[in-house]
């Protein structure tokens, strides 16, 4: 296959059409993801090739699809089921959190639930407080869930596939400001394996560790940085579960230092898990402390000047890491 | 009895009369003494199991939730007789009964109970989680009517394969107050799938009457505004909930659409173990247990259609053995490896952490 222009929603559809041809245990269920195409277009027109067998419009009726496709999935279907906005997560957590992240291990390890719900998350939409937030803590809190995050169209691709061939359930939480951005890609291989972080940009001076849409925040961090002499690595880490520590870590012992960027609020967040691991395993490497950049710890506002200084924004990044390294 | 008359009713009310047409249940003909034989044998199979774990359970051998089927032993007995190989069944944490009904085997059962390496979770389930392949057995859940849409997804794969499998999708009336349960209900309504929805009515979701957390006082047109054929069912006839059951199967094996069965059932002993049962009278429940007990009116039935004392006392003995088998294995298996409490959490060979340590 040869690299080609394509959008991250473009790469997605693919995925799914991908894994839909080859294998018919695959079926979509959800809110609007056949006739009209998926809320953000990720399924557009694949009914026209599935038909509404596998392309499955539901009520709404989001704790219902869930556990229906939990259900499906202990018969060995592979449902995909479409969350429309992770902050439903909410109406869901039941049937994630205590049916499909506990059956493998309840049951003895007799039976799993490979099931993918899709969903995405995060802001630039002005969407609101109940419709632009990050609740990848909330998932990654869970054990028995997989957790990815992809941030290019490629891993938006291969994480999609991957996820469509694991054992086990899989939270798939896209960035709803991602599904325009283009890339030229070729689709023919992941950059690295599933589970697996990966560098985006290769710096010595300080480790930015970060995913989904907060990578390009990083990079063009990095790349402002760059120009004030200071060569800053970004690690994506592109999935949340599995977490690669091991890529964090050798990149952290390397340059001695580290700041986690994420998009989801602070406290009691993803941030704070990375800090603390970070620490704990590169302690005697360290010339500073972590930093966490994340979220306010506010609710989302819809207004954009208020909204984007939600979220942590370049500017803020290139401010800590000049100071860390005091130049 | 099955009460049809009810269910035609509510049935007509629904938006569109041609899709809950409610099946005619049968007059009940009766199972007949080979097959009531089986089921007196089941029940008094779960009867003694239950007595037995409650017994263990005091001796302190079970610990955590423990919630007994005695009283209600018909209804799991009576729908099971009305399935063919590869239905599935799933319900909620009061499972025991219906592990044993569909022919799981009492010493893993009870393993389970006292957590132990041979349990049918090897000891990571415990009372309310466990599962069979083998015996389409789907759990075993203990968050309140979540369930009921896991059991509408079985349904869904049933018809996405076109198989003729039924999916028999049990809870108590106390889940009937869920909302989940009504999303699943549009859903297979919607979908015709091949669903049949079990309500246990007996009579008290923990300590809460039917009547102080229900407004709907016949549950078994719960599922009328989507048409979903309902009929109330005696739950302590094995012979009318058997008859009740094959039909309801019959209308969903036939593609159309789900049904629902409300059990008129009773349970004896508390919700769980730690449940003193304050909130009904002394006789109340004795009077259930002289008058209405299932496995004493299938005995009469026996003892009429010629069953001899003698084939009925050869049973009991049989169970009885089976259960001191059972409560020995249970006692005599190993205590889960501690290597355990790390495996299965999900079945990749990442490290059981799932993160990839970096030292």
Partial sequence: ?327 | MVQAGKSERGAKTARNDATVTAEKPQAVAGLGRAALLRAYHDMVLIRRFEERAGQLYGMGLIGGFCHLYIGQEAVVVGVQMALQDGDQVITSYRDHGHMLAAGMDPRGVMAELTGRRDGYSHGKGGSMHMFSREKNFFGGHGIVGAQVSIGTGLAFANRYRGNDRVSVTYFGEGASSQGQVYESFNIAALMKLPVLYVIENNKYGMGTSVDRSSASHDLSQNGAPWGIPGAQVDGMDVEAVQAAAAAAVAHCRAGRGPYLLEMKTYRYRGHSMSDPAKYRTREEVQKMRTERDCIEHARQHLLALGAAEAELKAIEEAVKTQIQEAADFAQASPEPDPAELWTDVLASDVAASDVVAGA
């Fill in chain 1, 1 to 327: 296959m040869a690299a080609q222009e394509i959008t991250y929603r473009d790469a997605l559809r693919q995925a799914l059409d991908d894994a839909m041809r080859d294998d018919e245990t695959v079926v979509v269920i959800g809110e609007e993801v056949g006739r009209y195409g998926g809320a953000y277009g990720v399924t557009k027109d694949l009914i026209a090739s599935y038909g509404e067998e596998r392309l499955i419009d539901t009520p709404i009726s989001e704790p219902a699809i869930i556990g229906a496709a939990v259900g499906a999935a202990m018969t060995g279907l592979r449902p995909v089921a479409e969350l429309m906005y992770v902050d439903f997560l909410g109406l869901v957590m039941d049937q994630l959190a205590n049916q499909a992240a506990k059956i493998r291990y309840m049951f003895g390890g007799q039976i799993g639930v490979p099931m993918v719900v899709r969903t995405q998350g995060g802001t630039g939409r002005s969407a609101g407080a109940q419709h632009s937030q990050s609740l990848e803590a909330w998932v990654m809190h869970t054990p028995g869930l997989r957790l990815a995050m992809p941030a290019t169209a490629a891993d938006a691709y291969h994480l999609l596939r991957h996820a469509l061939t694991l054992p086990d359930p899989v939270v798939f939480i896209e960035h709803k400001a991602l599904y325009a951005r283009k890339e030229r890609t070729d689709l023919a291989a992941p950059v690295a394996p599933w589970g697996q972080a990966t560098i985006r940009r290769a710096g010595s001076d300080v480790t930015l560790v970060t995913y989904s849409r907060m990578v390009f925040t990083a990079l063009e961090a990095a790349a402002a940085l760059a120009e004030r002499g200071i060569a800053a690595e970004v690690i994506d880490l592109r999935t949340l579960n599995p977490l690669d520590m091991a890529t964090v870590a050798a990149s952290v012992r390397r340059t001695g230092r580290a700041v986690v960027v994420t998009e989801s609020c602070l406290t009691g967040g993803v941030a704070a898990e990375l800090a603390a691991r970070i620490g704990e395993e590169c302690f005697d490497y360290l010339e500073d402390p972590v930093i966490r950049i994340a979220g306010e710890d506010v609710p989302i506002p819809v207004s954009p000047a208020l909204e984007s200084a939600a979220i942590p924004q370049p500017p803020v990044i290139i401010s800590v890491v000049q100071r860390m390294l005091r130049r």
